[in-house]
């Protein structure tokens, strides 16, 4: 099916659609496609505000509204085709702290978002979820495990022909706010020591752009119970610092509360199950087991290096930081 074919003239809501993956997904899909409608769903008017002032769209409407209530969600997915699933609670340490609230966000809005979608006829909707949810070590990381459980079991709740539920999961987005890049790029202009937890972690990464096709293509290609993966490559911290500036000094301060030296996408029980396409890999439980040699896909391997270089775009966004 061509890509513009599937969202002309059709209605998306995305949820947590002011924060950064929402904002440039409709900074996207207004520039490419002639869709009917965008719907911004997410609790914090101050961004709903700046927003429209920012892009003036008529096609863009900007619903004040929190996935935690069954029937504002419900009401704002009205006549709505596709959903993009992307609010959360997403900070590892202050979830930590705030336990509760994590799982209202995270799981408990999921499931109220199911419901809503299956209740409206919704066509598709998919859930934008994290390395972190794979063996997770963290309460958001758990909290996104489930939240992809659920999402996936609902289509067993929307039966043949409702909602169609999928996963695109994925690390790392390089220069997303709360991101190291911003963080370390201040640093280095303050010419301050730059704080690593360890000499040898190592994370997945993934541009604006890159993230938005991925989550794009993946709700267009979706059959019920996908879950897309995108095949990345990882970068030691050490060597993040290192293109940030060469000589920057750092300072090892020790593992934080939560945090693993590496992330994983796949894991050898979900490898069974995994076909590899060009750019991307669908795991799918609801499919045969494959004859695939069983693999952890894990960011101590696929690291950037002399020879497999990192790419050209992803320095210049970081050197757009500098």
């Known amino acids: 099916m061509n890509t513009k074919n599937f969202f002309k003239n059709k209605t998306i809501l995305i949820t947590g659609g002011t924060g950064s993956l929402g904002t440039e997904l409709t900074r996207y899909l207004l520039k490419n496609f002639k869709l009917k409608k965008i719907i911004l769903f997410s609790r914090d008017e101050q961004k709903h505000f700046q927003l429209e002032k920012e892009f003036n769209n008529q096609k863009l409407r900007f619903l004040i509204g929190d996935i935690r209530d069954l029937r504002r969600i419900t009401l704002a997915l009205k006549e709505v085709d596709y959903v ?3 609010a959360a609670q997403k900070h590892v340490l202050l979830s930590e702290y705030n336990p509760q609230e994590c799982v209202n966000t995270n799981i408990l809005g999921t499931q109220n978002l199911i419901e809503a979608c299956i209740n409206q006829k919704v066509k598709k909707c998919i859930l934008v979820s ?7 070590i963290n309460l958001y990381g758990a ?4 939240a992809e459980k659920i999402i996936l079991n609902g289509n067993n709740l929307s039966g043949k022909g409702g909602t169609k539920f999928s996963v695109v999961r994925y690390g790392n ?13 201040k640093l280095n202009k303050q ?14 990464w993934i541009s604006f752009k890159e993230s938005i096709e991925l989550v794009l293509s993946s709700l267009m290609n979706s059959r019920r119970g996908d879950i897309f993966v995108p095949i990345l490559n990882s970068l030691k911290i050490t060597d993040f610092v290192k293109i940030i500036n060469p000589k920057a000094k750092t300072h090892i301060i020790g593992i934080k509360k939560g ?4 992330e994983e996408l796949i894991t050898e029980e979900e490898s069974k199950y ?12 609801n499919l045969n087991k494959t004859k695939n040699q ?29």
């Open 173 to 185: 987005v390089l220069g997303s706010k709360g991101s190291i890049l911003p963080y370390f790029a």
């Open 84 to 86: 993009i699933h992307a």
């Open 259 to 262: 945090e693993k030296i590496h």
């Open 143 to 146: 909290t996104k495990l489930v």
């Open 130 to 136: 994290t390395d972190k949810s794979v063996n997770p």
């Open 274 to 285: 995994v076909k590899k396409l060009k750019n991307y890999y669908v795991i799918n439980y």
């Open 294 to 322: 069983v693999f952890s896909y894990t960011s101590e391997h696929n690291l950037f290096n002399k020879k497999n270089p990192l790419k050209s775009s992803y320095i210049k966004i970081i050197k757009n930081f500098l």
């Open 191 to 204: 010419r301050k020591k730059i704080p690593i937890t360890h000499v040898d972690m190592t994370r997945f």
